[in-house]
Every structure is written in C-alpha cells, then in structure tokens.
C-alpha cells in the first residue's frame, strides 16, 4: 500500500518536510507499505540539481529509504500532455490570456488558493480564442470546474482525520492545469502520478487540504483510482508561520552542520523517529 513523499527541490529540505515525509513512512508502515519519493520539479526556472542531490542526502541522514527509480516530474510531462488531451477532448478546456496585473486589477474574491478566477476567458467565442492563440505569447489552459462537475456528478473522498468530505472543486475556481511555457500544472501531474504509481494513501501538509477537492474531479474525470488522504499539521515558526524553504536557517542540513542527530532533528520537528 504505498505512500508517497513528494517535495520539489526549490531548495534545502527544512523541519517541514522531515515531519511530512516521517508522516508518509509512518502511514506507509501502519499499511505494511512503503514510502515512495517523487522529484515534483515541472517548475524548470526554480529546480536546481543540488537541491535534488540535499533531497537525497538529507533523507538518508534522516534514515528515510525509497524505492528506485525515482520518478522525475519533468521526465513524465507526455503522460500529462495526453491526460491533457483527453480532457481537451471533453471540451472541459479552454485558454486564458489573462495576465496576473489583469486578474489583481479585477480585485476577484479570495478563494483557498488565491484569488478566484472569475471566467473572464472562458466565454471568448471559438473565434477570438483561435486568433488570440497565435499571437499569445503567454496564455494557460483552465478546467471548466462547472462543466467538469456537471459531466461528474457530486463526489465524495475520505479524509483519515476529517471523515468523509463532499468534493467541492468550485472552492478553488477554473484552476489552471497547464501553461504555455510549463506544459503542466501541479494539480494535473500529482493526480496522474499518484494513480500511476499506485499510491493508495496520499499524505501532505493541510495547507493543500483545499486542492484535493480539485484532485478529486480530477480522478473522476480521467477514470483513475481514488486514495484516501491524510493532510497533516504543519510545523511552524516561533512566530507561527509555515516554514519557508528559503529560511536556511531551520534546514535539515543546517541542524546536521550543527551537530545535532537525526533523532533530534525529528524530535524538533514533532515526528517519530521509530
Ligand atoms: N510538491 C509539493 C510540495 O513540495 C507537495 C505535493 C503533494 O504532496 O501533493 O509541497
């Protein structure tokens, strides 16, 4: 029954992230399974090589194992691009040219992710949206959630801490599952890989509890398997912030320089180290 831990290598892994992927080992041994690692970095201008080559080095200090190979997101973007194509085939998207100064003018309602997209792009008649895509030199293709959910029907999924929840994609708008420079989105590649590499049990901080709901139509509209979910605490600061990767200064390799064990290290971030 696998599990998975799937950071992107945007930089040193910090307490966040050893209490996340001792959370996937954990759920992976409470199921007799085990923890996969997958490099999320479909984002080429943040990845860098040695942050990938501290994510490996990091876990292994922290006494984390994987299977190999690891999946690569960038290696797999034909597997999205036909997921893509299927849903373009449903007619459920369509291309959006607004800019991100477009969306902050318009001052659209706060969704769980940001600001909600309210459609501007989705009623372009077949038309504009052929001459717009040729001279566009930015645009991304969004879901139309309403139609996806109208083709679906309701949803439910069970959350292991939360209990049974009715998916409710509208919370998160026409998300964007691809863009003309990254072929891909985060919602669309993490769907398709967790069903392809059979992970039955999702684990991952509660900051993204509100994109399951998205995930979730997601499954339904490709036909893919459906996990259960656990959506963890997230460590904190002193001041109760979510860690940055950016604060170096809370990064594993930082304690390890320090001298600190990785029994430690998961002690300061609140995980099992068994
Ligand atoms: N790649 C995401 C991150 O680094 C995690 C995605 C997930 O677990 O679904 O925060």
Known sequence: MPTRFAPSPTGLLHLGHAYAASSARAAARDTDGVMILRLEDIDSTRCRPEYEAAIFEDLAWLGLSWPEPVWRQSE??????????????????????????????????????????????????????????????????????????????????????????????????????ARKDIATSYHLAVTID??????????????????????????????????????????????????????DSVSIRSYRQSGLTPGAVLALAGARSD
């Open 76 to 177: 797999r973007m034909a597997h999205y691009h036909i997921a893509l194509q299927r849903l373009e085939a449903m007619g459920l998207l369509y291309p959006c040219f607004c800019t991100r100064r477009d969306l902050a003018a318009i001052d659209a309602p706060q969704g769980p992710d940001g600001p909600l997209y309210p459609g501007t792009c989705r009623s372009l008649s077949p038309l504009e949206r052929t001459a717009r895509l040729e001279t566009a030199v930015h645009y991304s293709l969004r879901l139309d959630v309403a139609m996806a959910m109208s083709l679906t029907g309701p949803l439910t999924w069970q959350d292991l801490d939360r209990g049974l929840q009715s998916a409710r994609p509208e919370l998160l708008g026409d998300v964007i599952l």
């Open 194 to 247: 967790d069903a392809a590499q059979s992970v039955t049990t999702v684990t991952r901080g509660e900051d993204l509890f509100a994109s399951t709901h998205i995930h979730r139509l997601l499954q339904a509209l490709l036909r893919l398997p459906v996990p259960v979910w656990h959506h963890h605490r997230l460590v904190l600061d002193e001041q109760g912030r979510r860690l940055a990767k950016r604060a």
